[in-house]
């Protein structure tokens, strides 16, 4: 499916009255859903927002949200979508390089650029559609440095769904709840989904997830989360779920089986509008095989890609930052192998270190250790050693009233002696970074102020 006209004014012409969206308890079909932009664009162009002009929107999800974020889009905006609990100094640094002009702020505040509010407007705004105008901004953390932001075009987004679509089934019943944030790529994912294939979405205020996958079809969740669900034992409408996060244990896939609930997982990237490998969950520790408009190579070890769902580029003071490098690629900078036409991803190139002689990939060990049930997330990070050169330090999120004494143990049958984490330390929250990829470095520093101080 390509499209002439904006995906939602496409959906009315083809089924105006077929519901579209579900915000809280409110439906609205997709006539409503295109009477409900149209106001927001007019009153977004009334406060000057013009084709081309940079956006700020710091939200949380929340129907607002997503309105909005349709509505700037049909102004022609360049959307920078922010977690608003992302620390003030951060911003301070990041926005000046972004070229914005206005910001809408439904979650927390922000000053420093012109205020934009929610407010309708009689009649209608919009510019042309152009697939090919950038319409998206995404933070990435990269391994070091300030965070960067890939810009994609909404042709991109719409070739990122057509991929997951050609694996996943979303038929126009089907109704998918918007699980993840709009400022990761992995939630745009999800809108963009539901617009190339017309079929409905759910966005609910934050609540508990059973209560929020009521009548939902669809849902993108980490393991942790679907273990919750099959074991609190309450009838759920779920036919297929997009894992991510973790490894996917078989026991979970076969349990979510016998519901009649398809799991899937992959590999993605924010640089390429979310998933560019992925399969049906099978407990192997593979990503799958390219999907549709995706191709991947190993090179000397490490996963180049090319996508019809590339990043623009990134984006600083004005100008598109090329991606890939001189052979056309994007290099990832992580490690992988194919077996049977099938993707591993072994870790980040940066993240190897030796102990002992002895090479850790710490992407592995954290595979390991995220099994346990009590554990949210788990880091690796090296601790410098003057015997054995580096040795391991484990940094976990655990569910609250965690004994992580009783983890060495847990791990002395899973892990090699030389891989085993000689300490065990609990995340601290200001190192959360308010949403962005937790920065390895930043961990490492502050393991070593802790241990060596």
Request: charged content about 20%.
């Amino acid at each position: 499916m390509s499209f002439t006209d904006w995906p939602w004014r496409h959906w009315r012409a083809q089924c105006a009255d077929k519901p579209a969206l579900r915000l809280n308890d409110e439906t609205l079909s997709w006539q409503q859903l295109c009477e409900r932009i149209d106001r927001l664009a007019a009153g977004f162009h009334e406060q000057g927002v013009q084709e081309g002009d940079g956006v700020l929107l710091l939200a949380h999800n929340h129907p607002q949200t997503l309105l909005a974020w349709l509505a700037l889009l049909q102004c022609g905006a360049r959307i920078l979508p922010v977690n608003p609990q992302l620390p003030h100094p951060l911003l301070d640094v990041l926005l000046p390089q972004m070229t914005l002009r206005f910001a809408l702020v439904l979650g927390g505040n922000y000053a420093g650029l012109v205020a934009l509010s929610m407010h309708e407007m009689p009649g209608a705004h919009r510019v042309a559609w152009q697939p090919s105008r950038l319409a998206s901004m995404t933070l990435t953390s990269g391994s070091t440095g300030l965070p960067k932001a890939a810009v994609h075009t909404c042709a991109a987004h719409l070739a990122s769904a057509r991929g997951v679509l050609s694996l996943m089934p979303y038929g126009d019943e089907d109704d998918w709840l918007l699980s993840l944030p709009l400022f990761h790529v992995s939630g745009q994912g999800i809108l963009w989904r539901w617009l190339q294939a017309g079929a409905r979405l759910t966005v609910r205020e934050k609540q508990p997830l059973a209560q929020a996958l009521e009548g939902c079809t669809h849902a993108s969740l980490v393991p942790t989360q679907l273990w919750r669900l099959l074991n609190a034992h309450q009838p759920v409408a779920l036919k297929a779920v997009l894992l991510g996060g973790a490894a996917i244990p078989v026991d979970l896939t076969q349990q979510a089986r016998q519901q009649g609930i398809r799991t899937y997982c992959g590999y993605g990237l924010t640089e390429f509008a979310s998933t560019v490998c992925a399969k049906e969950a099978d407990g192997e520790p593979d990503v799958g095989c390219a999907l549709p408009g995706r191709e991947v190579q190993v090179v000397d070890g490490e996963v180049w890609i090319k996508a019809q769902s590339m990043a623009s580029g990134y984006w600083r003071d004005g100008a598109l930052i090329s991606l890939t490098n001189d052979r056309g690629w994007f290099a990832t900078r992580d490690r992988g192998e194919w077996h049977d036409g099938r993707l591993t991803i072994l870790g980040r190139m940066d993240n190897l270190f030796f102990s002992g002689g002895e090479g850790i990939q710490p992407e592995s060990l954290e595979r390991v250790i995220a099994r346990h049930p009590q554990i949210n997330q788990v880091f690796i990070v090296p601790l410098d050693d003057a015997e054995f050169g580096q040795r391991p330090v484990a940094v976990v999120e655990c569910e609250p009233g965690t004994d992580i004494t009783r983890f060495p143990a847990w791990v002395q049958d899973k892990l090699a002696r030389f891989e085993q984490p000689v300490h065990w330390l609990v995340l601290p929250s200001e190192l959360k970074n308010g949403g962005i990829k937790i920065s390895r470095q930043a961990l490492k520093q502050w393991v070593a102020r802790l241990l060596k101080g």
